[in-house]
């Protein structure tokens, strides 16, 4: 349970490192690159740290395709409508599980 918790805070931690890059703010964006490298060096080769990696992974992709509908039309229920050409994150989530037994 707690590799799902930090692979969703890490994941959380990317979206936040693009948007301060987006936003030209390089130092803060700078400083948790370090952290996150620093940790990756800490934790590399461990099952702890390829599940969170997995976690943040596919969290990544989703948030990313859910992203694309921001902006777009609602239908009748309130919905966000996909757009024509919306990004299916089912063929990368089905590499990332694929890579998993690599």
């Not at 694309?68 to 039309?73: D, Q």
């Amino acid at each position: 349970m707690e590799a799902l918790v930090i692979g969703i805070a890490t994941a959380f931690n990317f979206i936040i490192i693009k948007w301060k890059l987006e936003h030209k703010r390089f130092a803060d964006a700078g400083l948790d690159i370090f952290i996150i490298l620093v940790l990756s060096v800490i934790f590399s080769g461990t099952l702890g740290g390829m599940i969170v990696a997995m976690v943040a992974s596919a969290f990544v992709i989703v948030m990313k395709a859910n992203n694309a509908k921001l902006g777009c039309p609602k239908d009748e229920y309130g919905k966000l409508m996909k757009p024509d050409n919306f990004p299916n994150p089912e063929p990368e989530l089905q590499k990332l599980l694929d890579s998993r037994g690599k």
